[in-house]
C-alpha cells in the first residue's frame, strides 16, 4: 500500500463540515488574531501539523467587514489553547 507522507487537502466546505462535527459542544477559544488571512491560514496549518485541530473564524469576511468583526481568529478547543499558544509563540520568534 502507497504511502503519504503529507496530509490531504479537504475542501474549505468539507473541511468546515468536519470540524463543525468535531468540535460540537466544545468550548472553543481563540488562540490567534490577524487582519491577515494568509498569517491566519499559516498558523492554521502550522496547529494542525502539530496535531492541533484549528479552525478560522470571519475568513470569509470582506476587507471592510474584517474591521468591524475583529480580523480573522484562529480557535482551537480549549483544552489545547495551552499546547496551541506556546506553538504559535515558539514559531513567531
Given at each position: 500500500m502507497p504511502s503519504c507522507s503529507s496530509p490531504v487537502?479537504?475542501?474549505f466546505?468539507?473541511?468546515k463540515a468536519l470540524f463543525r462535527i468535531y468540535s460540537a459542544?466544545?468550548?472553543?477559544?481563540?488562540?490567534f488574531r490577524t487582519f491577515?488571512?494568509?498569517?491566519?491560514?499559516?498558523?492554521r496549518s502550522q496547529l494542525e501539523g502539530a496535531g492541533i485541530v484549528a479552525d478560522l473564524?470571519?475568513?470569509n469576511s470582506a476587507?471592510?467587514?474584517d474591521v468591524a468583526v475583529g480580523g480573522v481568529r484562529v480557535v482551537v478547543p480549549t483544552e489545547k489553547a495551552d499546547e496551541a499558544r506556546a506553538l504559535i509563540e515558539q514559531k513567531g520568534q
Open positions: 487537502r479537504l475542501p466546505w468539507l473541511r459542544g466544545m468550548d472553543l477559544v481563540v488562540v491577515d488571512l494568509a498569517e491566519a491560514q499559516v498558523i473564524e470571519h475568513e476587507a471592510l467587514l
